[in-house]
């Protein structure tokens, strides 16, 4: 589905200017470096990323940094805080003429989704409420990957991960349904906030595009494989991201102000397909089928596409 | 000059406005927030060219004030006890970016039980973070003191930010005879800030807060930190030195109360301080040679100073309003360093606890306190920490204990 007055239509359309340098101290393969690499083509150098203690974390490790532009990391819970102090200060010391408007910065907020459903909910609901023009890029790789894939309330139920294993008690491995981060934020009406995928920089880069025309809040969450964590091959991020939007496990959507359009409708390839490209599903296909587990899971999909469909 | 009746809050303020700060983020908490409240009206107003951010907690408030800074902005905030614990992951941030904003800290006692009045283990618990901490006594030196901390922090042998502290309740509400400094005075003293390393700027990308692996530069960051705390002893008094030539006031990192012909010497801070000195007057007047040290600069911790001025002394008490329980007295054991291997040191260093939950301390108490220095260069004991609690106190708490009734009362059957 073509987005209106896209100023992406094809993959060459994306620029080839770098703003992050290749040789990161991140995984190989990992899905989220992959967006945000994306995102930066759209955002520019003029950037400040404000960083909330994570996987990207180690993105700057002294002295060394991949970026052309600034860094400040923060720590793990107040990351939106950073980036209110940093955009107020900028504002201030424009308007007290000690700071050239030329100077100015976009204010990137970078997190995980442990961070941005956990710890840091808070800050990120407080940043939105005040009314912060920022951006906020959420890698989410659906757990606490950096400390070793560890629950996160963006777990997807029937994922294994190392504090919530498949076991005797609870056989499908997590037990919760991941939050619904984009509903949270969508409840404080922000201007801008969409999902994004690395299989797709197209629809990433329109987004990113349009998302600068809005004053205010603008909020992604960018599905983000993780090769060690979600415990496959490194080469197949993009394939297995891909999947996530063809299975409409993971809906590629958008809501402005409120109101939510999405901007790809799948043909809805199995479920299965996509849990089988992963060993931290592998529990619910052996030693022995988990039918109503993987059932459970495509109901939630089924039910989540049915609501919009219909409407 | 004409003296205004001020609350310790509103001459906190009246600080940062004639510091004219670029940025005040904040968070309300008793005793504190009348100090925030009179910003944002002012700010509000026009009175004061600002921004003022009303944030969700003081781990964001402390996280926002550090990010500005950094950004290039004077950074102004305060907080108090529960508050200042619950931003203190961020304490330790913002001293490693190596900001220099001013944050005062209103004592309150530590919850549980939850209280309102002040003791000091909220600002002490921030001790080794980095921060330079400054104690007060009046509501003078509340705002004077934010003049000077913004001269310290900035300094660029020091670039640490510096915690201030005012009593709750004792300075926070009560109102002092404050003389409010003239702008020109204060631009002469204390001019425009233009940062030389903190900057957010397109045209000159930089790294904060970056991550580091591996214990030597770790251990690099963490030690040069420590040495620019000490710089502060130097540059301290040389600020404190033009504060005083342009203001007339004068200020050291350890104040001197009747110390030189001394023989027992209390040692305290912040505005129980006044308590000691009457004592120490009520002492004099019975032929008694009682003198009084006030710890003012906490960190870094002015040993050097300390040690000169306690030297051939014969007995020293050290009152601590906090307490570590299973240790005791925190300050006490910063003084006992400091004494520890000077030839001519004090006979004898008595350790006590009081004031606790801003639980008063009389003139009974201080009394017993030089008693008990006598005593114990008599007898050649020196006795355990003492907790400064009277009759009367105990009779207090009994009434309520009688009250609340036995908790295991119809337990029995």
Known sequence: MSMKNAVYTKFKDISREEHISPGTALCTGCGGLLALRLAYKVLGENVVIVNAAGCFTLLSVYPYNPFSSSWMYTAMASAPAGAQGIRDALDILIKKGKLKSEENLKVVVLTGDGAANDIGLQSTSAAIHRGLDFHYFCYDNEAYSNTGFQMSSATPYGSRTATSLPGEINPQGTVQRKKDLFEIWRAHKPPYLATVSPSHPVDLSNKFEKASKFEGPKLFIALSPCPPGWSFGASNSVNIARLAVQTGIWPLKEAVYGEVKHTVIPKFKPVEKYLRTQNRYNHLFNPVKQVDVIDNIKKDVEQYWERYLDS | ?413
């Open chain 2, 1 to 413: 000059m004409v003296k205004e009746m001020l609350t310790g809050n509103y001459a906190a303020a009246w600080g940062a406005r004639l510091s004219e700060v670029d940025y005040v983020p904040a968070f309300p908490i008793t005793p504190q927030t009348e100090i925030i409240e009179t910003l944002s009206q002012w700010i509000n107003d026009g009175e004061m060219n600002a921004k003022f951010t009303n944030m969700d907690s003081e781990h964001s408030m402390i996280t926002a004030a550090g990010t500005a800074a950094a950004t290039g902005a004077r950074v102004f905030s305060a907080t108090s006890s529960q508050g200042l614990l619950y931003g203190y992951e961020m304490l330790y941030n913002v001293t490693g970016w190596r900001v220099p904003l001013v944050l005062v800290n209103v004592s309150r006692g530590l919850s549980a039980p939850i209280t309102l009045e002040p003791d000091h283990n909220d600002i002490l618990s921030t001790r080794d973070s980095g921060f330079i901490q400054i104690h007060a006594e009046t509501c003078q030196e509340v705002l004077d003191t934010i003049l000077m901390a913004y001269r310290i922090a900035e300094d660029e042998r020091v670039l640490l930010p510096v915690l201030i502290n005012m009593d709750g309740f004792y300075l926070s509400f009560t109102r002092e005879p404050v003389e409010i400094p003239c702008k020109d005075a204060v631009s002469r003293f204390l001019p425009e800030y233009n940062p030389k390393h903190a900057f957010f700027k397109a045209s000159k990308p930089m790294s904060q807060g970056v991550a580091v692996l591996g214990g030597s530069a770790y251990s690099y960051f963490k030690y040069q930190m420590h040495l620019a705390s000490l710089n502060v002893l130097t540059v301290h008094d040389e600020v404190a030195g033009e504060f005083k030539r342009i203001f007339g006031r004068s200020y050291s990192a350890t104040e001197a109360f009747k110390i030189d012909d001394a023989e027992y010497v209390i040692i305290m801070s912040n505005s129980f301080t006044i308590k000691g000195k009457a004592a120490v007057n009520k002492f004099r007047e019975k032929g008694l040679k009682a003198g009084l040290l006030r710890l003012r600069l906490i960190r870094p911790f002015p040993s050097t100073e300390l040690k000169a001025f306690l030297r051939g002394k014969k007995a020293v008490a050290v009152i601590d309003q906090n307490i570590s329980p299973g240790s005791g007295g925190i300050l006490f054991k910063d003084v006992t360093t400091a004494l520890y291997h000077d030839p001519d040191r004090p006979e004898r260093i008595l350790s006590f606890i009081g004031g606790l939950g801003g639980k008063d301390i009389g003139h009974a108490e201080f009394k017993h306190i030089v008693e008990e220095m006598e005593k114990s260069i008599e007898t050649g004991i020196v006795p355990e920490t003492q907790l400064l609690y009277t009759k009367n106190d105990l009779e207090h708490i009994n009434n309520l204990l009688n009250i609340a009734g036995n908790p295991l009362e119809g337990l029995e059957n």
